[in-house]
């Protein structure tokens, strides 16, 4: 049975109208569509950029950044860029017909040496704190702190010299009133032989016969420290870095490279915290530099301890009168006195140091029962440092004293330093003599024009990094 069908012009109108509204919203549809879908393909792209991570920095030292140099030195940007538009290309062919990438460029990137290594720092302060926590590094702060000032009363003391002895006596009443005095010879003047014991290396003195220093040597004009240094660009934050407090770059610099005493892992050389002492490109003589501030260190201590101590000051005393009255310079006796006292320190702080190197403890402030060398017996010191044993167990050890001249230097120096033995040492990795650390990159900004469907233009900003 058929029926007849009629629609009314007014009817007609409406369906167009309709039709053109489902048409607009389709258009609208897909361009949304290829809208996101280019913010995806622009994201996807950045992450496949950053997933070539550098993972021996990562794994040895707890440090996030791409190699944008790829293992030649210089930064790659076309490699990155590549990388980028490969990425987008697999993005934008699923799915329905969306946007076409256009071009790609890099507008903004963060180094790890920018801003005097801000990343650098602020990632080495987050792996001290998941490993040793925020806690112990504030206490490592507050008994530095009060161990530089116990070291800056000692060194203050020193230079002002040895105080005058109560109720001075004349060279020829103190010389009566100590008929003990040793008699001095040519042989057992302690003056002397003080000063053939200062004109001797310190490391034949301070270390073991049977020691084995390395000989490893590194140039170091090729160092991070010391060359010109690729720089960031745009104006991309990085993380905060207020917390990145330099006792946390100095305990990240202890735990993860090696020491004289604590060899790390082999590298371009051995004594690597010594190195950020020194500055050096040799182990010998960044060791020869550590072990000559740890002997000023104790030096100051002992001269600190002599000048107070009234037994020791009468025995100096007694035998600067003898000296002076043998050389028929009584006046004299003050001077000679302040001289043999900063030589009796001088002795005592190389067993200080050599117990030191030996595995054993000094404290910081030395008392009499600690006390080794008499000013008596100074001549057999050489006897006493080649038979010297590693005997006390209460005090301060060799790192301990590393901590010490650590907190002495500039962050800018701790930091550069540090970055200058992670960069060497990775270049020790097969396929990675070229590495740079200042190709290390921790943040990266990238522009992408996209073109529609419909033949609209558009540019995404993305921007992504290690720190977010």
């Known amino acids: 049975m058929r029926q007849k069908g009629s629609m009314t012009i007014a ?68 490699h990155m860029v590549q990388q980028m538009e490969n990425s987008m290309a697999l993005t934008l062919k699923r799915g329905i017909r969306g946007s076409r990438q256009e071009s790609c460029s890099i507008t903004g990137y963060r180094l790890a040496t920018d801003n005097a290594g801000e990343a650098f720092c602020a990632q080495a302060a987050e792996a001290v704190r998941e490993h040793l926590g925020t806690a112990a590094v504030k206490r490592l702060k507050e008994y530095l702190g009060n161990t530089k000032e116990v070291i800056e009363q000692q060194q203050a003391q020193k230079d002002a010299g040895a105080p005058p002895m109560p109720e001075a006596q004349t060279p020829e009443e103190t010389a009566q009133e100590n008929t003990d005095a040793p008699q001095i010879t040519p042989e057992n003047n302690p003056l002397e032989i003080i000063k053939r014991i200062r004109s001797m290396g310190i490391l034949g003195l301070v270390l073991p016969d049977d020691a ?11 160092f991070t420290s010391n060359r010109n240094l690729q720089k960031g660009m745009g104006d991309i934050k990085g993380r905060e870095s207020g917390g990145a407090d330099k006792l946390f770059l100095q305990a ?37 530099k550590t072990v000559n501030r740890i002997l000023l260190l104790r030096e100051a201590a002992n001269a600190a301890y002599l000048y107070t101590d009234p037994e020791k000051r009468a025995q100096s005393g007694a035998l600067a009168a003898s000296l002076c009255t043998a050389l028929l310079i009584p006046e004299g006796a003050f001077v000679v006195e302040k001289l043999l006292l900063l030589g009796w320190a001088y002795g005592e702080s190389l067993l200080d140091v050599r117990q030191l190197m030996a595995g054993g403890k000094v404290p910081l402030v030395k008392t009499g029962a600690g006390w080794q060398l008499e000013l008596s017996n100074i001549g057999q010191i050489f006897t006493m440092l080649q038979e010297g044993q590693a005997k006390n167990t209460s005090g301060l050890d060799y790192n301990d004293y590393l901590q010490i001249l650590l907190f002495a230097s500039s962050g800018h120096r701790l930091a550069f330093r540090c970055m200058d033995m992670i960069e060497q040492n990775i270049r020790l990795k097969p396929g990675k003599e070229n590495f740079r650390i200042d190709s290390c990159m921790e943040c990266l900004e990238m522009e992408t024009r996209f073109l529609s469907p419909s033949g609209n233009q558009w540019t995404a900003v993305r921007n992504y990094g290690y720190d977010m």
Do not use: W
């Open 11 to 78: 009817m007609c109108m409406m369906l167009s109208v309709m039709l053109g509204i489902v048409a607009a919203g389709i258009e609208l549809c897909r361009e949304q569509y290829a809208r996101v879908q280019a913010v995806n393909a622009a994201d996807t792209g950045l992450y496949s950029v950053f997933s070539e991570y550098e993972r021996d920095l990562l794994e040895e030292y707890d440090l996030f950044f791409l190699d944008s140099g790829y293992g030649r030195g210089a930064i790659d940007a076309y």
């Open 212 to 222: 084995v220093i390395s000989e490893k040597e590194a140039d170091v004009s090729v």
């Open 252 to 288: 990240y610099a202890m735990n993860k490279l090696g020491t004289y005493r604590e060899p790390g892992n082999p590298g371009a050389l051995d004594y690597q915290v010594e190195y950020i002492v020194g500055g050096r490109g040799s182990d010998r003589e960044n060791l020869k």
